[in-house]
């Protein structure tokens, strides 16, 4: 079983991203999904976590208002919708399933996920 985040790249201050997090080997249906991002020298970052039953999202007071998660189970994907990135967006961006429960608790500590999979550069230019 395993997360693969993608859809990073490099993009202008300003600009929009959309990450996708696909799951092999098991289905995301009854999982609630958390963003994470980490930046040189930095701690792993909990961006948000959108619940596996009505798809309802916490977010990072870092994030919030300019960063969107979504669900679509039919695809087995999440997603994160990026806009207005700042240079200090800049980081290797992953996904990873909530363990403890379906359900987000507000963002959740990182040690309550699992099925870390490989993540994905996100670089913003100013």
């Known amino acids: 079983v395993q997360l693969q985040a993608s859809g990073g790249g490099l993009v202008q201050a300003g600009g929009s991203l959309r990450l996708s997090c696909a799951a092999s080997g098991f289905s995301l249906d009854y999982y609630a999904i958390g963003w994470f991002r980490q930046a040189p020298g930095k701690e792993r970052e909990v961006l948000s976590c959108i619940s596996s039953t009505d798809g309802t999202s916490y977010y990072a007071d870092s994030v919030k208002g300019r960063f969107t998660s979504s669900r679509d189970d039919a695809k087995n994907t999440v997603y994160l919708q990026m806009n207005s990135l700042k240079p200090e967006d800049t980081a290797v961006y992953y996904c990873?399933?909530?363990?403890?429960?379906?359900?987000?608790?507000?963002?959740?500590?990182?040690?309550?996920?699992?099925?870390w999979g490989q993540g994905t550069l996100v670089t913003v230019s100013s």
């Open positions: 990873a399933t909530l363990t403890v429960r379906f359900n987000c608790w507000g963002l959740e500590s990182p040690n309550q996920y699992g099925n």
